[in-house]
């Protein structure tokens, strides 16, 4: 008997992983950082999760995009699926369109918010923020990027955005829940025993979340400190929200408005 998506999401974990899927895990995350070190830099900046996207035709970006989301992608499923995880990360993709609405929404309001607070006189701000919210500043810019004049920048702005979407399903879901287990249902957080496995979420999301930042490195501190915290805040949403639409939605709208 099936359960209901929100409860299907709190089945029981399956058995513990074999040691070849053991091996499987470390070597998929070690993948990530071994193929940002091989890929080459060109000046003058850096993109998209570390990589020189900067004179790449789509050919370029496509293959450079498989290696990294699209082997992340397949590799974790085949991993989850061998391992029989998959059924407890089934129910987050039930309700796509409410997610993607809550998504477009929610982005809105965060784009809103935060182009407002960049347009505050000079010094109302902590140093250390602006870094944090130009990537969400909706005002339009001369050569507008987020809207891509002919098929070479349609395509490159696709990419950045299935590539978003894609590492919510490869760090937070597959990484973090597949780590971290499922948290309590909805409604029943109270008490010392959720409390406790609400921590250890935690705890493992701030994990996750900094190996996720570090993949940054080569886009600086800024970049390294956006990610760090956005990986949080779509962590603590996707505990929050049970639906893997509305994360992948949020981080695909990022990265259309800041690529």
């Known amino acids: 008997m099936s359960l209901p998506a ?7 974990g399956p058995p513990g992983p074999s040691p070849l899927t053991r091996l499987g895990w470390a070597a998929l995350v070690c993948y990530f950082p071994l193929l940002l070190v091989m890929m080459p830099v060109r000046p003058p900046r850096l993109d998209y999760a570390g990589f020189d996207y900067t004179g790449l035709g789509p050919a370029g970006l496509a293959i450079r995009v498989a290696l990294f989301h699209g082997v992340g992608c397949v590799g974790s499923f085949a991993l989850l699926r061998r391992e029989g995880a998959l059924a407890p990360l089934a129910a987050l993709l039930a309700r ?6 809550q998504a477009l929404l929610g982005f809105a309001l965060l784009g809103g918010v935060a182009t407002a607070l960049l347009r505050l006189p000079a ?8 870094a944090l919210l130009h990537p969400l500043d909706l005002s339009p ?4 990027p987020r809207w891509p004049a002919g098929p ?6 696709a990419l950045l955005m299935v590539g978003g979407a894609a590492e919510e399903w490869i760090f937070r879901c597959a990484l973090w829940l597949r780590w971290a287990g499922a948290p309590p249902p909805a409604g ?3 008490g010392k025993k959720e409390a406790g496995a609400a921590a250890v979420h935690g705890c493992k999301l701030v994990a996750v979340s900094a190996y996720f ?10 970049a390294v400190l956006v990610a760090f915290s956005g990986s949080l805040v779509l962590g603590a949403l996707l505990r929050w929200r049970r639906n893997f639409w509305l994360v992948a939605g949020l981080h695909a709208l ?6």
């Not at 010094?123 to 602006?130: A, E, I, M, V």
């Not at 070479?152 to 702005?157: E, G, I």
């Not at 930042?213 to 800024?222: I, M, P």
């Not at 990022?254 to 690529?259: E, I, L, Q, S």
């Open 141 to 144: 810019l001369p050569a507008d």
């Open 188 to 190: 029943q957080g109270g």
């Open 123 to 130: 010094g109302s701000l902590p140093s250390w923020l602006p």
């Open 96 to 101: 796509p369109w409410t997610g993607l609405w």
């Open 213 to 222: 930042a570090a993949l940054h490195w080569r886009q600086g501190a800024a």
């Open 152 to 157: 070479a920048a349609v395509m490159r702005l």
């Open 254 to 259: 990022f990265n259309w408005n800041a690529g």
């Open 6 to 12: 929100r409860q299907g999401f709190h089945a029981p």
